[in-house]
């Protein structure tokens, strides 16, 4: 199935090619207060529609994942790792966040 998502005003759109199965609800102190619904793709599910060259960035700890956010809107759309996007299924067009199978993750611990 082909997602489309995006954030509030437009700025960033993508495509996501897939069907969602689990989403991940991460505890850190980064994805816990965003309200992030992890859906991990390998990047090249990921068509981006519309990428704006100042699109906001915030990376932590090991800074192997690109926190992703438009710097109109505040939305974060996705995040960036090494050959992996994790959408946040709560940016996907059709999607209801409560009918998503969630999956905790204790990322505060790590
Ligand atoms: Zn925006």
């Not at 609800?25 to 990428?51: I, T």
Request: glycine share 12%; proline share 6%.
């Amino acid at each position: 199935m082909l997602y489309k998502g995006g954030c509030k005003c437009g700025a960033v759109a993508f495509e996501v090619e897939g069907e969602i199965g689990e989403v991940i609800d991460c505890n850190c102190s980064v994805c816990k207060p965003k309200g992030y619904l992890h859906w991990f793709v390998p990047e090249a599910q990921v068509r981006m529609v519309r990428r704006p060259a100042e699109l906001g960035e915030f990376t932590f700890n090991k800074h192997a994942l690109r926190h992703r956010f438009c710097t109109t809107c505040g939305v974060s759309p996705f995040v960036e790792g090494p050959g992996t996007v994790a959408v946040n299924a709560r940016c996907l067009e059709g999607v209801d966040p409560g009918s998503l199978a969630v999956k905790p993750f204790d990322g505060a611990s790590l």
